[in-house]
């Protein structure tokens, strides 16, 4: 009985050691093609890269993220318990007005464009849900923001006088055959009746 302190102890001691080894230890396993062991030094923080625009061209496609304003909210529609999970709709918003980072001819051309769907506030909503996953539905987003901004930078070229000419006379061609191609109906169905007392 003597040695029962001891023997206390010792156990203690033991169970202190394994309690901290295994502390130690990763508690999950990681597969060899996990990302961190693929990617090392990539992180899923959303981040806008150095860039340097061309000051002659009105969009190069570049948005800089921390001038929008992103949102996650729940999503809609069918997908079960993940709905009810996981946040993946995204409102992207941004002003129209304080968007430095826009030329201000496609900042006209946009309120010329898009003025009715700007908020009462002034702001440029785009919504996306079509995927289970934010960062997909965050791209989808930032494509559809893309494409609007293209579609304003790019300038309408007015036609030369030869080429209004050359489709009006491609019209009026247009118009003759249609013409023609009724009236040669018109004569067989004519021929198609049989002949009346005055023929006769």
Partial sequence: MAFAPLRVGFIQKIV??????????????????????????SSLKLSTPSFN???????SGFI????????????SGPGGQNVNKVHTKVDLRFKLSEADWLHPEVKEKMLELHGK???????????????????????????????LLRDAAVTQQTPS??????V?????????????????????????????????
């Fill in 117 to 147: 769907k700007l908020s009462k506030e002034g702001y440029l909503i785009i919504r996306s849900d079509a995927t289970r996953s934010q960062q997909l539905n965050l791209a989808d987003c930032l494509q559809k923001l893309r494409t």
């Fill in 64 to 75: 800089p993220m921390e001038k929008l304003d992103i949102t996650y909210s729940a999503s």
């Fill in 168 to 200: 009006r006379q491609r019209h009026l061609k247009a118009a003759r055959m249609r013409v023609a191609l009724k009236r040669e109906d018109a004569v067989k169905r004519a021929q198609r009746q049989p002949p009346t007392v005055v023929d006769l």
């Fill in 16 to 41: 202190t050691n394994a309690f901290y080894t295994t502390m130690k230890r990763p508690m999950a396993y990681k597969s060899a093609i996990s990302l961190e062991t693929l990617y090392p030094n």
């Fill in 161 to 166: 006088p030869e080429t209004l000419e050359k």
């Fill in 53 to 59: 625009a061309d000051p002659k061209e009105k969009f």
